[in-house]
């Protein structure tokens, strides 16, 4: 498998920098099903390219295939060695990590930077078709060559095959690119190389952000890369709906709208730093959204993430970059595994804690014991809860008001619901309550998250 990427962009030298790799050497990956290789073989002020080589391990993908719904023959006789597939997206996500999250130490300007670029991948798997790669490129702005292939040249009358080789040019952030690339190949193949569950909506709608909210196949994308498991599709198209209120369609996917998540973020930072509060926990950390905002700011001299799933905690290192994080910043920030139903002597003496859309992740009939937990053992002088607003959800496509945004959700609560619980907690364990509403207010004047800020 092969994916060039060249840019025309002066100095074109500086491509280097964009991909974290010194264009003078070859640079090899190991990865769970084979090698990646990174190698510039044109670099000159002019026009510079990178190249991505992939080479599959056949044993190794045996071993970890979990292409799930697979014969045994298609195990062991496939053209996953050759096609860009999900495998060339691990690829691509390993491989150029730091340029997927437009990071670049030494030009950080130029990762956020819309630069021309052309794309040449040898083989895409595209079953449905030349239709459907200029269906889902040709909205995003990619001028699209496509080149058709016959299943057998000795054997014309067999008809054209399935794969075809590509080049797209486009004026848009590396990391910007990355991310199409990663979502879009796999969707054109049909096939992923490993099980889909849960985790994967996590992963689209990161990669997805900024543009496939508003992408006209929208929906087909959705389904091919979450295989087409109806309870998996309705939440991701569900969270990406709600993140149309914060997107106009009026505005360019590079200059767009915050979403709902980093308005939520956003304002309990502020919150948190309005109260001069500087030793913040974070319970229900999730990927860190939180933690990477509180970072921003010095007041915050020490934050603690904490979540009862590792998977999360290790999710949320690797998207701050923690393993590059100097001994200062590493000072700075903490994560644990920790539970908020059981009662932990490292929760006490922060300044503020916040529960950033947790507590209805839990059964009803343990947030009494939540509620001693995070009011009377830990007793911060600040607590912040947000929670989604239900009576919201009709103004959610493909919800309404009988279900609920999230498949973990174990309830949600009218702002009356919200209000009347936080009032009795308030009042029980000596603490004040204010409210505020987060987000673009749809029609009804309602919003889609609602804030307890309870002081002590």
């Known amino acids: 498998m092969f994916l060039s990427i060249s840019t025309q962009h002066q100095p074109a030298s500086d491509l280097g920098f964009l991909f974290h790799k010194h264009p003078d050497r070859v640079h090899k990956i190991d990865l769970p099903f084979g090698k990646a290789t990174v190698y510039f073989p044109e670099l000159s002020d002019e026009r510079s390219t990178a190249v991505l080589h992939f080479e599959v391990d056949p044993i190794g993908l045996v071993r970890g295939w979990g292409g799930g719904g697979n014969s045994h023959g298609d195990i062991y006789v496939n053209d996953r060695p050759y096609v860009s597939s999900s495998l060339f997206s691990l690829a691509i996500s390993k491989a150029y990590r730091s340029a997927m999250n437009g990071v670049s130490k030494e030009r950080p300007e130029l990762a956020q930077a819309s630069l021309p670029f052309e794309v040449y991948i040898p083989t895409v798997s595209s079953p449905s078709g030349k239709a459907s790669i200029i269906e889902f490129f040709e909205p995003l702005g990619y001028q699209i060559q496509i080149e058709e292939s016959l299943l057998d040249s000795k054997f014309p009358e067999w008809g054209q095959s399935s794969y075809f080789q590509i080049t797209l040019k486009n004026t848009l952030p590396l990391s910007l690119l ?168 490292r929760f006490r003496d922060f300044d503020a804690v916040a529960l950033i859309e947790v507590i209805e992740h839990l ?94």
């Open 178 to 345: 990355l991310r199409h690339l990663y979502v879009l190949l796999p969707v054109l193949d049909g096939t992923k190389h490993y099980w889909v569950h849960h985790d994967e909506i996590s992963k689209l709608i990161e990669k997805g952000e900024g543009w496939l909210a508003t992408h006209p196949a929208r929906q087909r994308i959705v389904n091919r890369y979450l295989k087409n498991q109806k309870d998996l599709t309705r939440e991701a198209v569900s969270k990406l709906s709600e993140s149309l209120g914060e997107l106009p369609s009026s505005l360019p996917a590079l200059t767009r709208a915050p979403n709902l998540n980093e308005v939520r973020m956003s304002r309990v930072a502020e919150v948190l730093k309005d109260s001069h509060s500087s030793r913040i926990l974070d319970m229900g950390c999730g990927q860190g959204a939180l933690i990477k905002e509180l970072l921003k700011d010095k007041q915050f001299t020490e934050i603690l993430g904490v979540d009862v799933s590792t998977n999360a905690l290790k999710k949320a290192k690797n998207r701050l970059q923690y393993e590059e994080f100097t001994e200062q910043q590493k000072s700075r920030v903490g994560f644990k595994q920790g539970s908020l139903v059981y009662y932990d002597k």
């Open 363 to 456: 059964e009803p009939e343990r947030l009494p014991t939540m509620e001693r937990v995070l009011f009377e053992c830990a007793k911060p002088k600040m607590i912040i809860i947000t929670t989604p607003n239900q009576t919201y959800n009709h103004s959610i496509e493909a919800l309404g008001l009988n279900y609920m945004r999230h498949s973990d959700h174990r309830f949600e609560w009218t702002q009356a619901e919200f209000e009347s619980w936080s009032n009795k907690v308030a009042e029980k364990y000596g603490y004040q309550v204010r409210f505020e509403m987060i987000g673009a207010l749809n029609d009804d004047n309602i919003a889609p998250t609602q804030m307890g800020v309870f002081t002590r």
